[in-house]
């Protein structure tokens, strides 16, 4: 049986080599015919085969070379673990970047932005308008017009110049390697921290529950604000990218330096990819060592710890998105159960916070932490209002002349706001209703 094997493998390799190779005898092929694992394989003359390595045979002069299947160790390849790493660093630095953003802005606008506004509100709005401008390029193709009549076609041609962009603010931009996790951590990890739809929704269930405070119909309007600041706020941000599109493709300056650095870092990928490691690593041991420093009743503190929680977070909702979000397109179950999860975990460590027989002081700073930095960067608006937009626009239905909008449009957004007004009343609720 072995013996048959061997020919009908030395056979099929034979058949490859007079099919590929039509050079002179020292030309040099490969082909695709694996050798019998742990065996030896052979054509013509004799060559040894070791798994996990390129099988090497020859026959008439003639060089042939199998190529072996990468290793894999925990189901990661070498190519595949890099990728791997390279996107959990880029989440995780940018996720710490927009939560800094964030708690700055709702500080600063906590005591300006009254019901039915919330103090949110800032921080999704501008959010969102970065996660515009930093759209891709079939966001913004949508925008495309021309003042006259399309008779040419040069409309649809511009349409697909624009759809065909990775990021249209950087024209031309090669998204490859480790630009296309930079790109990841500033859509996903940046602007997905900057902005929390967690805080937003329990700034609306406390306008609820606590008694002698704002009513259900301010609970509504702080909603409705909320959803169409943010939704216009990413729609001009689309518009503002496609500008400098139509900017940058006529030799911008400010697109040449961008160009260069993305080069520059592409030329020596590795010293890049150990220098943010090393910059990450030493940040969180800084960020430790400050927060050791501080008093018990500095606000810092909270934002040290959140810091250290934040990128838990942004990787979780990544994982969901990546997982969830195809299996039902016109509804993003990703960024939905993501949204949920943050509302019920503020609603739990609210509840914590605000309870009348007091915590411990590490228990305290621990469930505010969580709060802002976990349960902040777990939901989102950017991606949110993103995924809204992109389901508001008209679509062209098949074999029909007239263009008809979806209403996944507002069933997701109503969908999504109800389900975390009510799972916020749930977490929330009993914690106030029970001392009352």
């Known amino acids: 049986q072995v ?3 061997r020919l009908a493998h030395t056979a099929a390799k034979s058949m490859c080599v007079k099919q590929k190779v039509s050079k002179p005898a020292e030309a040099k092929t490969s082909c695709p015919v694996e050798p019998m694992s742990g065996q ?16 090497k045979s020859s026959t008439k002069g003639i060089d042939v070379e199998v190529e072996a299947e990468p290793r894999k160790l925990c189901g990661f390849t070498r190519k595949s673990f890099l990728k791997f790493t390279d996107e959990v660093l880029a989440l995780s ?5 927009g939560i800094v953003c964030r708690d700055f802005l709702t500080a600063a606008s906590k005591d300006v932005l009254v019901a039915p506004l919330f103090s949110a509100l800032a921080s999704n709005m501008l959010g969102s308008f970065a996660m515009g401008v930093l759209c891709d390029g079939k966001a913004a193709s949508a925008y495309v017009r021309r003042a006259e009549p399309d008779s040419e076609g040069l409309l649809t041609a511009e349409a697909n110049k624009v759809k065909g ?69 990413v729609v001009l941000g689309q518009m503002f990218a496609l500008y400098i599109f139509e900017l940058n493709i006529q030799g911008a300056w400010y697109s040449v330096w961008p160009h260069a650095f993305f080069a520059a870092c592409g030329r020596r990928p590795w010293l890049v990819r150990l220098s943010f490691w090393a910059l990450f690593l030493t ?67 609210k509840a914590v916070l605000d309870d009348p027989n007091g915590d411990s002081y590490w228990v305290s700073l621990q469930m505010a932490a969580i709060g802002l930095g976990f349960c902040g960067s777990l939901s989102t608006v950017s991606t949110f209002v993103t995924e809204v937009v992109d389901r508001l626009q008209p679509i062209a239905i098949k074999g029909a002349k007239a263009k008809s909008c979806t209403l996944w449009g507002v069933i997701y957004p109503v969908g999504t706001l109800a389900a975390g007004f009510v799972v916020g009343l749930a977490s929330y609720g009993w914690s106030v209703w029970a001392y009352d």
């Open 283 to 349: 940040g969180l041991a800084l960020i430790s060592a400050y927060a050791a420093t501080l008093e018990e009743s500095d606000d810092d503190r909270d934002l040290c710890f959140a810091l250290l929680f934040g990128p838990l977070g942004v990787l979780l909702r990544w994982k969901l998105g990546k997982l969830l979000n195809a299996k039902f397109a016109p509804f993003p179950l990703g960024t939905f159960a993501a949204n949920v999860l943050g509302c019920i975990g503020v609603g739990i460590t």
């Open 93 to 97: 630095m940018c996720g710490q970047l």
């Open 40 to 55: 030896r394989a052979e054509i013509g003359n004799s060559a040894s085969y070791s798994a996990g390595e390129p099988a």
């Open 3 to 5: 013996t048959t094997r």
């Open 165 to 233: 962009e990775k990021m249209p603010l950087l024209a031309n931009l090669k998204a490859s390697g480790g630009m296309a996790s930079v790109l990841l951590g500033m859509r996903t990890g940046y602007c997905g921290a900057f902005t929390t739809l967690s805080s937003w929704n329990q700034s609306m269930v406390e306008h609820v529950v606590k008694a002698g405070g704002p009513t259900f119909a301010d609970s509504f309007v702080g909603y409705l604000i909320g959803l169409l600041a943010s939704v216009m706020s």
